[in-house]
C-alpha cells in the first residue's frame, strides 16, 4: 500500500517528504483523510481519491476546510460554521451530515462524516472519515434556519438590498439569497408606476447557477379587487399566505389565477408561501418562495420570516423608485437646459453629455455652440462647482448671460469672458466656474481661424487628420467667481483641414488617486489613434476608451471637425 504523504510505523507524520502510506489507512472501508492540529491535510487514501476524483497529492499540505468543504452551491463554507473544525479543535469524537465536498471537476458531493482526534504521543491531529449521500439522505436544503442564520440572512439582505438603487438589481440581489438557502424558485411580481403588474422573476438553481424562465415573466392582468386568492391579495397589500397547486384548481376567478395555475404547472411548485412587497405608502409587488416535492413544504411558522425579507425587500425598492424618479426628472430637465448645436457650411459639429454614475441631480457641465450675427460661431464648455439644482440655476444664468453679452458686443472672446465675471460676482450665492470661449471664423483663402480664452478650465486638445494630437495650453487665465480682476488673454489659431477640435470638462480626465498629468495623455493618446473615423465614432470611442473607470463627475464634450467642400457637414447632440 502506498501512503499519501510521510507516516512512522505508529501513525500519520507530517507530510514534509515521500514516504510509504500506511495499510491500515487503505484498509478503511470508506474515504478518509488525516489532518494535524493547524488542520493542514497529510494524508489521504485511495478510496478518498475515487470519491473526490482529486489526486492525494493536490490536497496534501493544504488546509482541509479551505480545499474541501463548501455548501450546496459549491461556495466556499465559513469556518466559522464548520463542525468537522469545531470537533477538531474540541478533540471529541463526532458524526453527522449535510456536508459538501468539492470533487475535482468543480463539482460538490454531499457526504456523511465521522471526525475523530489521534494522538502517538509525539503528534496530535485529525481523522475525518466519510462516504456519500445520495440526494434523499443529503436532506433538504431549505432545513429551519437558525437563530443565528436568520439574523445573518436579514443582515445580508439589509447590505445587499440597499448598496444599489436600481430597481432590477434590487430583484436580482433577493432572489439570489434566497435560492436556493430558502426555496427551490423565487418569484417577483412588482406593481409599475403605471399601475400595471409585471412577472419580473421566476428563478430557480439549474447547472449551479440561476436561471429565470423568461416564457414564464412578463405582464400580467390587471389586479381584481374582489379576489381573494393569496397573489391577488399580496398584490393589494394583504397579509401573507401558503399556497400550493391545489389553490388553483378551482374555476380561475381572474387573469392572474391563470398566470398562477400555469407558474405551479410549470415549475412543479408543490409548497409555496406569497407575502406582499410594501413600501411606505402603497403595495410595491408580491414576492413567491416555492418549493418542489423533495422538499419540506411550507408551513404557517414560515410566514413571518417572509414577512421580515419582504418589509426589506419592500423599503430598497422604494428608495430604488424615489432615486430612478429624481434622476429622470434630472436627466430630463438637463436635456432640455443644454442646446442644440447649429448648422454650420464645411464644419462638422457634435456633442455629448454623461451625468456623473452616481447622481441623481443635474450637474453644472454644459456645452454651447451657436452662430454669431456677423457669422462666426461661438464655442463654449464649461463647469459650475456642485452636483446640485443650485449648480445648474448657475449654469443656465452664466449660458444666457454670455449668449447676450457675445450676440451683443462684436468684442474678442477675453473680453465678453471678463464681463461674464464681472457680472457673475454680482449673482447671489454664484459658484466658482471654469469655461473656454472660443470664436471660429472662416477666413477667406486661409481656413477656419480658431480665437479662444480660458478661464481657468482644462485645455482644448487639438488633432491633425494625421493624428497628432495637441494641448492648446495658451490663453489660459483665472476661472469665474474669485473676484480676482486681471486682463485675460486672446489667441488665435488656423485649423487645418480635416483636424478635430475637443472642449471637455475636467469628468473625462479626472480620477481619484491618480494625477491630472496621466488623465490628460491617456486621453491626448486615445484621441489620436481614433483621429481617422468618423466624428461620431471619434466622440463615443473616445467617451468610452478615456473615461476613467473611477469617475464620478459629469462630462460634458463639444467636438468639431474642419472639412473640405466634399465632406456633408453634420452636427448631433447626446445625453447619456
Known sequence: ??????????????????????????????????????????????????????PAAELLGQDAHQALHRNALGQPAPRSECPIRHAALANRTTQGGGLWFERGDGSVAPVAWLVTGYDDGSRQGTIALFHPLDDTEAGSLQDPLSELERLALFAELTTQLTSTMDADEVTNRLVRLLVPRLADWAVVDLITEAGEVWRRAVVHVEDGDLKNQEHLVGPMPAVPQESQLPLSRALRGAASALAGPETYQGDPDSGIAVEQARLFAATGIQSAIIGPIRGLRDALGALTLGRC????????????????????????????????????????????????????????????????????????????????????????????????????????????MLRAYAFSEQKPPSKIVEWLDQAAMQLSGTDLATLVLARLTNVESLGWELTWTNAGHPPPLFITHEGVAQYLTDGHGMLLGTGVWEPRPDVSLLLPPGATLLLYTDGLIEEPGASLDEGLDRLSRQAAALSHHSLDTFTDQLLARARPAANEDDIALLALRTTDNSERPRCSGRLY
Not at 20 to 33: E, I, K, N, V
Not at 36 to 44: H, L, R, Y
Not at 311 to 321: Q, V
Request: charged share 20%; hydrophobic share 40%; aromatic share 4%.
Open 1 to 54: 500500500m502506498r501512503l499519501h504523504g510521510p507516516s512512522t510505523p505508529d501513525g500519520p507524520a507530517p507530510a514534509d517528504g515521500p514516504g510509504p502510506r500506511s495499510a491500515w489507512l487503505d484498509s478503511l472501508a470508506c474515504a478518509a483523510y488525516l489532518a494535524d492540529e493547524q488542520g493542514i491535510v497529510t494524508a489521504v487514501n485511495s478510496m478518498a481519491e475515487q470519491l473526490l476524483d482529486r
Open 293 to 400: 416535492e423533495d422538499s419540506h413544504p411550507f408551513t404557517t411558522a414560515d410566514l413571518p420570516l417572509l414577512e421580515e425579507i419582504t418589509r426589506r425587500a419592500g423599503l430598497a425598492l422604494d428608495n430604488a423608485r424615489l432615486y430612478g424618479r429624481q434622476r429622470k426628472v434630472s436627466e430630463t430637465m438637463q436635456r432640455h437646459l443644454l442646446p442644440q448645436l447649429p448648422r454650420v457650411p464645411d464644419l462638422q459639429m457634435t456633442a455629448r453629455y454623461v451625468p456623473a454614475p452616481d447622481a441623481s441631480q443635474v450637474g453644472g457641465d454644459w456645452y454651447d455652440a451657436f452662430v454669431l450675427p456677423d457669422g462666426a460661431t461661438a464655442l463654449v464648455i464649461g463647469d459650475v462647482v456642485g452636483h446640485d439644482l443650485d449648480a445648474a440655476a448657475d449654469m443656465a444664468q452664466l449660458r444666457n
